[in-house]
C-alpha cells in the first residue's frame, strides 16, 4: 500500500489491521451497486491476498495470477495449498527454518 500498488484483501474483515480495512472484500464490495461493477471492480486488483482456504471466493474465481507467494509453506499441508498453487503461473514457497519446524518431515 505505501508504494501505491492497490490490493485486495480477502477473509474476514475482523482479522485485518485497521488501515487496511478499505481493501477488504467487504468494504469493495460495499462501494459496488451491481454483480456486474462488482465482478469489474474485483478484476481490476492485480494483487489479492487471502489465505489458502479462503481462495473460493467469488473475486478470484476463474483468475489466473502471474504469481503466488506463500507464506509460512513449511506449515501447509499440500491439499490445503493445492488450490491456490493453481490459480498462478508460477508461485513462491517462504517459510522460516528459525521458527516453526515442517509439518511433514518426509
Given at each position: 500500500q505505501k508504494e501505491g500498488q492497490d490490493f485486495l484483501r480477502l477473509g474476514r474483515k475482523e482479522r485485518v489491521r485497521a488501515e487496511l480495512l478499505s481493501n477488504t472484500s467487504e468494504e469493495?464490495?460495499?462501494r459496488c451497486s451491481t454483480p456486474t461493477m462488482?465482478?469489474?471492480c474485483y478484476n481490476s486488483y492485480l494483487v489479492v491476498g487471502s489465505t489458502c482456504l479462503g481462495v473460493d471466493h467469488a473475486a478470484i474465481v476463474?483468475?489466473?495470477?502471474?504469481?503466488?507467494?506463500?507464506?509460512?509453506?513449511?506449515?501447509a499441508l499440500l491439499p490445503s495449498v493445492l488450490s491456490s498453487l493453481l490459480l498462478a503461473k508460477r508461485f513462491i514457497l517462504?517459510?522460516?527454518p528459525a521458527q516453526l519446524p515442517p509439518t511433514v518431515q518426509s
Open positions: 469493495v464490495a460495499r462488482l465482478s469489474d476463474n483468475r489466473q495470477f502471474d504469481w503466488c507467494v506463500l507464506d509460512e509453506a513449511s506449515q517462504v517459510g522460516d
